[in-house]
């Protein structure tokens, strides 16, 4: 049979794992490009021979997305994979139609395809959107399976945009780690919650090799949590499945992918942030998880906020910060911070916009959706550079930290900052302590 040539479209994170898992040693297809899309400056550079194995001594370039008909016809490409997360269903087929038009197949791997077994017990948490609250939904589990003395490794979905070799296996046990591995802003806003509270994380290229590593962590592990990323399935085999879902964007469960595929492959669905969002719009999403996924347990839960200077905001003008991809992909106008500014009576929130500078421009341009917030953006030394000019150049009164990180730490910021917290309150349905309960008792581990 004819080896196939493959062009793999991604955001460096599924499309690496996706050719790692099924394409990198596979003879019957040739991986010709990879191309890329979502995320600043990812494209331009190679996927290394090291990582690429025996079949792609030079490496696999990677191009920008919006050369791919140029490049199906010129590599003669017969088939494009597409292999990136949170994008609704009319641009993936869209994408589609550009490859078909082309003259390419268009291609989607599944689970079984890309899923790996892990010799421990795992637990995904994933999601239908990005932002809708996965990262205190991970915190909260993993807090609950420490209180059991269990010894809990956290693998966060790939997010390895800079060098790929370095980043092949990332461990992370102490804030420090995340200055030693240059990680960005968006790096940092998964691990530091992690390792702040304690607990290991591993992330980087190579998910095959981070699983062996984190399964015999010098530490030990009981369990793996999967964090995802994004709205994409895990990539290991669960044990127990956990999607949150966000009754901000009713709707959106049903229309983004592969978001869709988490829903209807859970075992616990959790509405969360169901204290600021219409109870019309959580009935929609209650709904839709009945439909999509009859047997799954619902959890309605909110992301309860606290502030540490909250003096800062009432009666204040104040600048909004929050977590970029929840505002760029993830097409939210709002998150955390905006939500505090309301509940704690700001005068006002600014329009960042006149104040922006350098990259930040671009953003505002691409994502248009953006209002009165300024998205941390920090894929790199010069738009942190950017932001860092953005918000000293702002005339307000104080800055609202609605990051899951704190960003006085990698930046200077030249004004009073309330930083907001945010955890997982379940406040109706299962109770997520008994359900792991539950799988503790079932994979005989350790209880207390």
Same mark, same amino acid.
């Given at each position: ?29 040739? &991986? $010709?490009?990879?191309? /890329? ?131 092949? &296996?990332?461990?992370? /046990? %102490? &804030? ?94 959790? #509405?969360?942030?169901?204290?600021? =969002?219409? =109870? ?17 347990? #619902? #959890?309605?839960?909110?992301?309860? #906020? ?7 905001? %009432?009666?204040?003008? $104040? ?26 009576? /700001? ?70 900052? /309330? ?30």
């Amino acid at each position: 049979m004819d080896t196939k040539n493959i062009i793999i479209i991604g955001a460096a994170g599924r499309d690496f794992h996706n050719f790692n898992t099924y394409y990198r040693d596979n003879h019957a297809y040739n &991986v $010709v490009a990879f191309t /890329a899309a979502q995320i600043p400056d990812i494209d331009g550079r190679k996927y290394p021979s090291e990582l690429a194995g025996s079949l792609y001594p030079e490496g696999i370039p990677i191009y920008s997305q919006d050369e791919l008909p140029k490049l199906i016809k010129e590599l003669k490409v017969n088939e494009c994979v597409f292999a990136f997360s949170d994008i609704s269903y009319e641009d993936v087929m869209g994408i589609g139609a550009v490859v078909n038009a082309a003259g390419a197949d268009f291609k989607l791997l599944g689970p079984n395809s890309t899923m790996l077994k892990s010799s421990k017990p795992v637990i995904s948490v994933t999601a239908v959107r990005t932002g809708t609250g996965k990262s205190q939904t991970s915190r909260k589990i993993i807090e609950t399976l420490l209180e059991n003395d269990l010894k809990v490794i956290a693998i966060r979905h790939p997010m390895p945009y800079g060098d790929l070799n370095a980043q092949r &296996v990332q461990r992370f /046990a %102490t &804030v420090e780690d995340l200055k030693k591995h240059n990680c960005t802003i968006e790096e940092m806003e998964e691990y530091e919650p992690h390792v702040s509270r304690g607990n290991i994380v591993y992330a980087g290229v190579d998910y095959a090799a981070i699983l062996a590593a984190a399964e015999n962590d010098p530490d030990g592990c009981d369990v793996i949590l999967w964090d995802g990323g994004n709205n994409d399935f895990s990539f290991y085999e669960p044990d127990l499945a956990v999607t949150v879902l966000d009754p901000h964007r009713p709707g959106h469960e049903l229309k983004y992918y592969p978001g869709e595929v988490c829903l209807r492959t859970t075992d616990v669905a959790i #509405i969360n942030k169901v204290d600021s =969002a219409p =109870a019309e719009a959580v009935e929609i999403v209650e709904n839709n998880i009945k439909t999509a996924s009859p047997n799954s347990k #619902i #959890i309605k839960a909110e992301s309860a #906020i606290t502030v540490d200077n909250p003096e800062l905001i %009432t009666g204040k003008r $104040v600048l909004v910060v929050e977590d970029g991809p929840t505002l760029t992909h993830g097409e939210m106008k709002i998150g955390a911070g905006t939500v505090a500014a309301e509940r704690l009576g /700001a005068a006002e929130v600014i329009d960042p916009s006149p104040y922006i500078v350098g990259t930040l421009t671009d953003t505002f341009e691409k994502y248009t959706h953006i209002e009165n917030v300024l998205p941390a953006m920090g894929y790199g030394e010069q738009q942190l550079k950017d932001l860092e000019e953005t918000i000293n150049n702002a005339d307000c009164d104080a800055v609202i930290i609605g990051t899951p990180i704190d960003l006085t730490r990698v930046i200077s910021i030249n004004k009073p900052t /309330a930083r907001v917290y945010y955890d997982l309150s379940e406040i109706e349905g299962p109770n997520l302590k008994a359900i792991l309960g539950k799988f503790i008792e079932k994979h005989h581990l350790q209880l207390v």
